[in-house]
Nanobody, 119 residues
Framework: QVQLVESGGGLVQPGGSLRLSCAAS????????MSWYRQAPGKERKLVAT????????DYARSVKGRFTISRDNNKNTMYLQMNSLKPDDTALYYC????????????WGQGTQVTVSS
């Protein structure tokens, strides 16, 4: 079955960096666009970044543009999110997601990894 497992979260000071990973299995990873989302306590889940199947195009939320970089390694079935110049507002649970069509649209989510930015 489709499985997404995030890792790499932790506690960092403002201005610090973290690299998140999303390990995918159970589907043809290289054939699907992928996305990172995040959700802060008491707030809605929001799109952070997306990447096309080969990584030729990426898109970012304005709040992270210039600080975060999404990438993927199709040979390792893994997607990454490099986060630099972290701010307290980046504190959230970070999820990876993939959408698929099989008679209807399905969204598959990982369990999430916690990122906390605090001094």
């Amino acid at each position: 079955q489709v499985q997404l497992v995030e890792s790499g979260g932790g506690l960092v000071q403002p201005g610090g960096s973290l690299r998140l990973s999303c390990a995918a299995s159970g589907f043809a990873f290289r054939d699907y666009p992928m996305s990172w989302y995040r959700q802060a306590p008491g707030k809605e889940r929001k799109l952070v970044a997306t990447i096309t199947t080969t990584g030729e195009r990426t898109d970012y939320a304005r709040s992270v543009k210039g600080r975060f970089t999404i990438s993927r390694d199709n040979n390792k079935n893994t997607m990454y999110l490099q986060m630099n110049s972290l701010k307290p507002d980046d504190t959230a649970l970070y999820y990876c997601k993939v959408d698929m069509y099989d008679r209807r649209w399905w969204s598959y989510w990982g369990q999430g990894t916690q990122v906390t930015v605090s001094s």
